[in-house]
């Protein structure tokens, strides 16, 4: 069972009304999260993402008629145009990424689109706090791994590309989001890879006792990274959120107690 997003509302602070926030991604599945966390906080919210659109799994819920929903590619077209989608923001959140088998486009998912807003948020200058949806440190270490599966290079070469753009537009003022591995929702998926709220809630659980949690510890390289829980798309939205309202000191969120304390969300209540 996944507490209520509302529920997150306690933690926030009432100057929240007071802020802008620009979401990179927000039609995404944690993007569209994110956005729904800061239009309930009160706060004054753009996102960008290619169809400027909210999702279908949104359709009709009422906080997707305060969000400002411009469509931008942010790969392709003019700086000129991509400075005027993201305006003028006090903070800024970038859910954008992108997991294919073609390595320059990974590249160019993750690593480019990042660089360039961040180069359009630099200009407004603007920005005070970011955050960003990268992933675990630990997959950053597989690099024998990932140079004889090439084509993931382009993944884990643009999340350090963004993570570079992003602290250097907000020095000291970044909050980097690292899961392993996110779930959430009513279905499955492939591309990206996904598994519903259900199913990802039963194997958190599994991987957080503390025999897997010693086992994890002990393992190499992938077999590692696959036994550590997953974490799910609410607490990794709620953490972005938080961090752009300012709500909690700038940080990396390693894994999934980190992210679930940085959410604020309580823990859900025990099924009898």
Same mark, same amino acid.
């Given at each position: 069972?996944?507490?209520?997003?509302?529920?997150?509302?306690?933690?926030?602070?009432?100057?929240?009304?007071?802020?802008?926030?620009?979401?990179?991604?927000?039609?995404?599945?944690?993007?569209?999260?994110?956005?729904?966390?800061? %239009?309930?906080?009160?706060?004054?919210?753009?996102?960008?993402?290619?169809? !400027? @659109?909210?999702? &279908?799994? /949104? +359709?009709?819920? #009422?906080?997707?008629?305060?969000?400002?929903?411009?469509?931008?590619?942010?790969?392709?077209?003019?700086?000129?145009?991509?400075?005027?989608?993201?305006?003028?923001?006090?903070?800024?959140?970038?859910?954008?990424?992108?997991?294919?088998?073609?390595?320059?486009?990974?590249?160019?998912?993750?690593?480019?689109?990042?660089?360039?807003?961040?180069?359009?948020?630099?200009?407004?200058?603007?920005?005070?706090?970011?955050?960003?949806?990268?992933?675990?440190?630990?997959?950053?270490?597989?690099?024998? %791994?990932?140079?004889?599966?090439?084509?993931?290079?382009?993944?884990?070469? !643009? @999340?350090?590309? &963004?993570? /570079? +753009?992003?602290? #250097?537009?907000?020095?000291?003022?970044?909050?980097?989001?690292?899961?392993?591995?996110?779930?959430?929702?009513?279905?499955?998926?492939?591309?990206?890879?996904?598994?519903?709220?259900?199913?990802?809630?039963?194997?958190?659980?599994?991987?957080?006792?503390?025999?897997?949690?010693?086992?994890?510890?002990?393992?190499?390289?992938?077999?590692?990274?696959?036994?550590?829980?997953?974490?799910?798309?609410?607490?990794?939205?709620?953490?972005?959120?938080?961090?752009?309202?300012?709500?909690?000191?700038?940080?990396?969120?390693?894994?999934?107690?980190?992210?679930?304390?940085?959410? !604020?969300?309580?823990?859900?209540?025990?099924?009898?």
């Amino acid at each position: 069972m996944i507490s209520s997003p509302a529920l997150l509302l306690m933690g926030l602070s009432a100057s929240a009304s007071a802020l802008t926030v620009t979401v990179a991604g927000g039609s995404g599945f944690v993007g569209s999260r994110v956005c729904k966390y800061l %239009v309930d906080a009160g706060a004054e919210v753009t996102s960008i993402s290619k169809s !400027g @659109k909210p999702p &279908a799994s /949104a +359709a009709g819920e #009422s906080w997707t008629s305060s969000v400002n929903w411009v469509a931008n590619d942010l790969t392709r077209g003019s700086m000129g145009v991509l400075e005027m989608a993201v305006g003028k923001p006090d903070a800024f959140v970038s859910c954008v990424g992108t997991i294919n088998f073609d390595r320059q486009s990974m590249l160019v998912g993750n690593g480019k689109a990042n660089v360039d807003i961040c180069k359009a948020l630099a200009k407004a200058g603007t920005v005070q706090r970011a955050s960003y949806v990268s992933v675990s440190e630990e997959l950053f270490d597989l690099k024998s %791994v990932w140079n004889y599966l090439g084509f993931f290079l382009g993944y884990v070469d !643009g @999340k350090r590309q &963004a993570e /570079a +753009a992003l602290a #250097s537009l907000t020095p000291g003022q970044l909050t980097i989001v690292r899961p392993t591995f996110i779930y959430g929702g009513d279905s499955f998926g492939i591309a990206p890879p996904r598994v519903t709220a259900e199913y990802g809630s039963f194997i958190e659980d599994l991987l957080s006792k503390p025999p897997i949690v010693a086992l994890a510890g002990v393992m190499p390289g992938l077999i590692k990274i696959a036994l550590r829980p997953p974490v799910s798309a609410e607490a990794v939205a709620a953490a972005c959120a938080r961090a752009a309202l300012g709500e909690i000191e700038p940080a990396e969120l390693q894994g999934l107690e980190a992210i679930k304390t940085a959410s !604020g969300l309580p823990e859900p209540s025990p099924v009898d």
